[in-house]
């Protein structure tokens, strides 16, 4: 008896099909109501005592082969006609797609480029590894110019005219290269500085710089494209410009918009006094028109650059820098429904 077993399993066993039918008829023989395995299972009562535990090891060992083998024949004979004809089973429910989420500083970057778009800027960018020329001497920051310190630069030692860029001013010098006045353009990248990284600062961030070249450009448009700006991205256009110290703008300012003081985070965030320093910006120094061979006594212009982490930081209640460059995803998750 257990030969004929045997017998079964290695029918089983060898058993292959291509063809539904065929495997529906092979399931039948030993799974049916008057199957093989039903019949084998009967004549248990008449297998000799010392027998029994292999007879009925081996009896549902070939019950499981051969369900598990149908099972098997029939989703590949599927999956090929799915595929072979080219008509997938559209009841079937969908595969679970896992959707990402955007950084908060690509949020922010977006933000502000749409603003500036829709009032004509285009998006221009630059390397990130950059020459001195373009970084400091371009933009009126001569070699021993002591506001170089201002910006503690990581330089590349086997090239030293290489560094990363401190700002990206340095875009504006590329972009006056290669185009001529008007000139409208805003430039986000990331820079670095060598500082003392904490909640506050590191040693890389983001800027968004903007150049606006063109006959007749004064103060006052600065001031309104700041003013719309502000409006647009914060819902508040109430700012101040204080004079600050630029090389490559004259004059130049420190740009606050005024916040408010109705709540603590308010108090926190502006350290009491309502108002919060958003970006530097300034008038085009003409030194730097004549380095880039664009006379300055027919053209003008302002520049401005921001830093994309505070206002990050300041919109989405982030209160440590390091958290943006970690890449820890149940922060990122936060912004899941933002876009
Ligand atoms: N490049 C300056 C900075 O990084 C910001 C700035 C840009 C100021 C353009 C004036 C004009 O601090």
Same mark, same amino acid.
């Given at each position: 008896?257990?030969?004929?077993? $045997?017998?079964?399993?290695? $029918?089983?066993?060898?058993? =292959?099909?291509?063809?539904? /039918?065929?495997?529906?008829? @092979?399931?039948?023989?030993?799974?049916?109501?008057?199957?093989?395995?039903?019949?084998?299972?009967?004549?248990?009562?008449?297998?000799?005592?010392?027998?029994?535990?292999?007879? %009925?090891?081996?009896?549902?060992?070939?019950?499981?082969?051969?369900?598990?083998?149908?099972?098997?024949?029939?989703? =590949?004979?599927?999956?090929?006609?799915?595929?072979?004809?080219? &008509?997938?089973?559209?009841?079937?429910?969908?595969?679970?797609?896992?959707?990402?989420?955007?950084?908060?500083?690509?949020?922010?970057?977006?933000?502000?480029?749409?603003?500036?778009? &829709?009032?004509?800027?285009?998006?221009?960018?630059?390397?990130?590894? $950059?020459? +001195?020329?373009?970084?400091?001497?371009?933009?009126?920051?001569?070699?021993? *110019?002591?506001?170089?310190?201002?910006?503690?630069?990581?330089?590349?030692?086997?090239?030293?005219?290489?560094?990363?860029?401190?700002?990206?001013?340095?875009?504006?010098?590329?972009?006056?290269?290669?185009?001529?006045?008007?000139?409208?353009?805003?430039?986000?990248? &990331?820079?670095?500085?060598?500082? +003392?990284?904490?909640? &506050?600062? *590191?040693?890389?961030?983001?800027?968004?710089?903007?150049?606006?070249?063109?006959?007749?450009?004064?103060?006052?448009?600065?001031?309104?494209?700041?003013?719309?700006?502000?409006? $647009?991205?914060? /819902?508040?256009?109430?700012?101040?410009?204080?004079?600050?110290?630029?090389?490559?703008?004259?004059?130049?300012?420190?740009?606050?918009?005024?916040?408010?003081?109705?709540?603590?985070?308010?108090?926190?965030?502006?350290? /009491?006094? %309502?108002?919060?320093?958003?970006?530097?910006?300034?008038?085009?120094?003409?030194?730097?028109?004549?380095?880039?061979?664009?006379?300055?006594?027919?053209?003008?212009? @302002?520049?401005?650059?921001? %830093?994309?982490?505070?206002?990050?930081?300041?919109?989405?209640?982030?209160?440590?820098?390091?958290?943006?460059?970690?890449?820890?995803?149940?922060?990122?998750?936060? @912004?899941?429904?933002?876009?």
């Amino acid at each position: 008896m257990i030969q004929e077993v $045997e017998k079964y399993l290695a $029918e089983a066993e060898a058993f =292959t099909s291509n063809d539904l /039918g065929e495997v529906e008829k @092979f399931r039948i023989r030993f799974l049916g109501k008057k199957g093989i395995l039903n019949k084998l299972f009967a004549e248990f009562k008449s297998v000799p005592a010392e027998d029994k535990k292999t007879y %009925g090891q081996m009896l549902n060992k070939l019950k499981r082969l051969v369900s598990e083998k149908v099972k098997k024949l029939k989703e =590949t004979i599927e999956n090929q006609s799915e595929t072979q004809s080219g &008509r997938e089973d559209l009841t079937k429910p969908g595969y679970p797609y896992k959707l990402g989420a955007k950084h908060p500083v690509n949020l922010v970057k977006n933000r502000i480029v749409d603003i500036f778009r &829709r009032i004509g800027f285009n998006v221009s960018e630059g390397p990130e590894i $950059e020459d +001195d020329w373009h970084n400091f001497s371009a933009l009126n920051l001569p070699e021993y *110019h002591p506001a170089r310190d201002m910006q503690d630069t990581f330089f590349i030692q086997r090239h030293p005219d290489w560094l990363l860029r401190t700002h990206t001013s340095s875009v504006q010098i590329r972009y006056m290269e290669k185009h001529k006045p008007p000139i409208r353009t805003i430039s986000p990248g &990331r820079v670095y500085r060598n500082e +003392d990284i904490s909640a &506050r600062a *590191h040693i890389q961030f983001h800027q968004v710089e903007g150049l606006y070249i063109d006959k007749g450009v004064s103060f006052a448009d600065l001031k309104q494209t700041i003013m719309y700006f502000t409006k $647009e991205m914060f /819902g508040k256009s109430k700012v101040r410009f204080r004079p600050s110290y630029f090389p490559f703008t004259e004059p130049s300012a420190e740009v606050d918009i005024y916040w408010g003081l109705k709540t603590e985070d308010d108090y926190r965030i502006t350290k /009491g006094t %309502g108002w919060l320093e958003i970006m530097g910006a300034g008038m085009v120094d003409p030194n730097v028109l004549q380095n880039m061979q664009i006379d300055p006594e027919q053209y003008s212009g @302002f520049a401005f650059g921001m %830093g994309i982490e505070r206002i990050a930081m300041l919109l989405y209640g982030i209160s440590d820098i390091r958290m943006l460059f970690e890449n820890d995803m149940r922060f990122l998750e936060q @912004f899941k429904s933002r876009f």
